[in-house]
């Protein structure tokens, strides 16, 4: 059964700090990694996606995945207040046209203290 | 702008009466997904569209039922709701014309809460 495991959290960092979440997953024929914020109520928004082993940086996000490992993290740099959401790793695996699946954890949430 | 639209925002419906959910999208994306996302859970695939070619997860329950007439609207259909239903249903979209990167990645409409008396 293919995984995607996060930290529900909270995880609480002070504004400015630099905020770190994690993901691992168990199917090592995954292809493709999202990272998606939630607000409260909301609908998931993409943040970023990464495909390649190394580190990925959009803005005050850097993604970086391990696919020896089976980790993919998402840093958030100077976090601010804003930025408090549940984050949603998911992983896709991707076998032809029309047959694909995406998992998705259960969301770390982030609570950036003023 | 190009976007992902669900209607209607807020469902309320009574335990067993059906209910139809839509979605639409001015992406021109391929792929149209349903979800359904409990409180606190990972949002939990239904089914997909690839194009006109319908894909349903093993465990969707038959009570869910969906309907694509075109590329750009699809319709989540629950026959009998239970009070287990209730839950936000994300309608979401993907280009996949390539193998590019970026094809696969998964945009998301706001959503539709689904209230069940």
């Known amino acids: 059964q293919k995984e995607v495991e996060q930290n529900s959290g909270p995880l609480s960092v002070p504004e400015g700090a630099i905020a770190s979440l994690n993901c691992t997953y168990s199917?090592?024929?995954?292809?493709?990694f999202f990272w998606y914020r939630q607000y409260s109520g909301k609908s998931p928004e993409l943040i970023m996606f990464i495909y390649s082993n190394g580190d990925k940086e959009d803005g005050r996000f850097t993604a970086q995945l391990n696919k020896a490992s089976q980790y993919v993290s998402l840093l958030i740099r100077d976090s601010q207040p804003s930025d408090s959401a549940t984050y949603l790793c998911?992983?896709?695996?991707?076998?032809?046209?029309?047959?694909?699946?995406?998992?998705f954890g259960k969301g770390t949430k982030l609570s950036v203290i003023p | 702008d190009a976007m992902v639209i669900q209607n209607p925002r807020y469902q309320v419906t009574q335990f067993g009466k059906p209910v139809t959910l839509s979605c639409s999208q001015t992406l021109n994306h391929n792929v149209m997904y349903w979800y359904q996302q409990k409180s606190s859970q990972a949002p939990k695939l239904l089914f997909h569209?690839?194009?006109?070619?319908?894909?349903n997860e093993a465990d969707t329950p038959d009570n869910f039922q969906s309907r694509r007439p075109n590329t750009s609207f699809c319709f989540l259909d629950i026959r009998s709701p239970g009070l287990g239903d209730a839950a936000m249903y994300l309608c979401?979209?993907?280009?996949?014309?390539?193998?590019?990167?970026?094809?696969?990645?998964?945009?998301f409409g706001p959503g539709t809460r689904l209230t069940v008396l």
């Open positions: 998911a992983v896709m695996l991707r076998s032809g046209a029309g047959s694909y699946q995406l998992t």
């Open positions: 979401a979209t993907s280009p996949f014309t390539s193998t590019g990167v970026g094809q696969d990645t998964q945009y």
């Open positions: 199917d090592r024929g995954s292809q493709s």
């Open positions: 569209y690839y194009d006109k070619d319908f894909n």
